[in-house]
């Protein structure tokens, strides 16, 4: 926000490529010297899940098997086929050395990207902050993300 | 007769892919005292717009930018 010309993401999808998409234009960023700021809501919050099973209620228990997160567990948003087209596109990524997605999120991190959780899915998918990797901010809503995107030089919807 | 560039420090960026160079080249030049050059290497066809963009948006100087066969070599001011 001391910037006034950075980006901030807004992060809804949950997929390999578009997660990856993500990372790549806040850490585009983050490299020039600008501010980024990355808000995971719904799909998008597996990326930044440590991976373990989530949720209490049956609902919520399901869908964290079903939809478990973890950034090595997403996989393509086409071409999936039940986990086949992850470990294709791993190989793939690794043939181009193109650097593996927990290597980018890693390399956002310590470039500052802000990665900013949204407290109302988590409340929805009973996803806990201790089930979040440790390095994301407090929980929060889309007040603090448009206070985000207001001050930045432009906003992107994934 | 080519001008030559003398450089402070090297970085090789072959074989790095999008958004690597970038990440690189803005840690090393953090790193560099301002005047300072950095020359690198990079073998990515795209450092060749990116490299461009990238300096024009931290407002260093790019020196020199060339393709020579597969090699991509330039150099890179520190003006603030």
Known sequence: ?158 | MTLEIKSDQTINLEGLLCPIPVVKVSQAIKNMAVGGVLEATATDPGVLLDIPAWVKSTGNELLSIKKEDKLIRFFIKRTK
Do not use: Y
């Not at chain 1, 609902?59 to 470990?87: C, E, H, T, V, Y």
């Not at chain 1, 310590?110 to 901010?137: W, Y």
């Open chain 1, 1 to 158: 926000m001391k910037d006034g010309n950075g980006v901030t993401l807004v992060v809804l999808s949950g997929d390999m490529d578009k997660v990856m998409a993500a990372f790549n234009i806040a850490i585009g960023s983050a490299a020039a010297g600008k501010n980024s700021a990355m808000f995971f809501t719904f799909w998008g919050l597996k990326a930044i899940q440590k991976g373990n099973l989530t949720g209490k209620s049956f609902f919520a228990r399901m869908m964290g098997l079903l939809n478990r997160g973890g950034i090595n567990r997403i996989g393509p948003s086409r071409f999936n086929f039940g986990g086949i087209g992850r470990w294709m596109f791993k190989q793939m990524m690794n043939a181009h050395r193109i650097t593996p997605l927990e290597e980018l999120r890693k390399t956002a991190i310590e470039l500052g990207v802000k990665f900013m959780p949204c407290q109302m899915s988590m409340e929805v998918m009973e996803i806990r902050r201790e089930d979040l990797i440790d390095e994301v901010g407090e929980p929060c809503g889309v007040a603090t993300m448009l206070e985000e995107a207001f001050n930045s030089g432009a906003t992107f919807f994934i």
